[in-house]
């Protein structure tokens, strides 16, 4: 099974023109992305119906954000059915933004992947430390912990709609990035975890991407880690050039 993805995530980045351009740009591409890595990008929330429309086939559309809750009075709030019904296919879930800024704790965490499960929408679950945790050597720990908790109650996953994304906070927009080996530690550490949890097996076929300040001069070095199957990409994914890089070196 294919488990070489490379996911873009703009943040609160570029224009609805903006977008249609780096899409367009990929459309002329397309052709010449490696046919072993999944592509896929989380463009700003409100463009996303246009690009569905826009994208190229090889291009999997991923939402940056989804509510804990379903349809009904809760105003501001996009769900899970939205979602699929404007062409996304995964969200991102716990990402160390949405956790710190907003309030998505553990608790929430585990209501939005629910809510993605019962409406078909695949997941990107985010786990990461700070770099407090890292120092004092407790990072294992806290992953454990936000793993643990995220997956309690869920029996089996489909690892073609079930991603894990590791990024290191302290490594995020810090121009900090986690070496190659302290990468793959810890992504052979979740592996781990996730074989306790569903078992070697499916644990073998569960993306888990790295998502600290990766970029072309770095990637191939994280990626040749045998864990690591791909990254989840900020600020070089706003750049066709610098994200296709990325993308090419997941799949050598």
């Known amino acids: 099974m294919m488990r070489n993805i490379v996911a ?6 570029k224009s609805i023109n903006e977008s249609r351009e780096w899409m367009n740009e990929m459309s002329e591409l397309a052709s010449e992305l490696p046919s072993d890595v999944r592509v896929m990008v989380a463009p700003p929330t409100p ?3 246009a690009l569905a429309e826009s994208k190229p086939s090889n291009v999997i559309l991923a939402s940056q954000n989804v509510s804990a809750t379903n349809t009904g009075a809760y105003t501001g709030e996009y769900t899970a059915e939205m979602l699929v019904s404007c062409g996304v296919s995964f969200a991102l879930i716990g990402h160390s933004e949405r956790r710190e800024y907003y309030g998505d704790s553990d608790s929430v965490v585990v209501e939005k992947i629910s809510r993605c499960v019962e409406a078909g929408l695949g997941v990107v679950l985010c786990c990461g430390e700070q770099l407090e945790i890292r120092k004092a050597g407790t990072h294992e720990d806290m992953i454990s912990a936000q793993l643990n908790y995220a997956l309690n109650g869920i029996t089996d996953v489909d690892p073609l709609n079930f991603v894990i994304a590791y990024e290191p906070i302290w ?4 121009g900090l990035t986690a070496s190659a080996e302290q990468a793959g530690e ?6 781990k ?3 306790e949890k569903f ?11 790295y998502g ?19 990254g989840l990409i900020g600020g070089a994914s706003l750049n ?3 994200f296709i890089k990325i993308i090419i070196a997941a799949g050598e």
């Open 186 to 191: 810890m992504h052979t550490f979740i592996r």
């Open 240 to 242: 066709t050039a610098d």
């Open 193 to 195: 975890l996730l074989g």
């Open 199 to 209: 078992g070697s097996y499916r644990a073998g076929q569960i993306s888990i991407l």
């Open 8 to 13: 873009g995530n703009w943040k609160s980045n």
């Open 171 to 174: 490594a995020i927009g810090t």
């Open 212 to 230: 600290g300040s990766c970029k072309p001069s770095n990637a191939s070095e994280l990626f040749a880690n045998e864990d690591v199957d791909g």
């Open 47 to 49: 463009y996303l119906a």
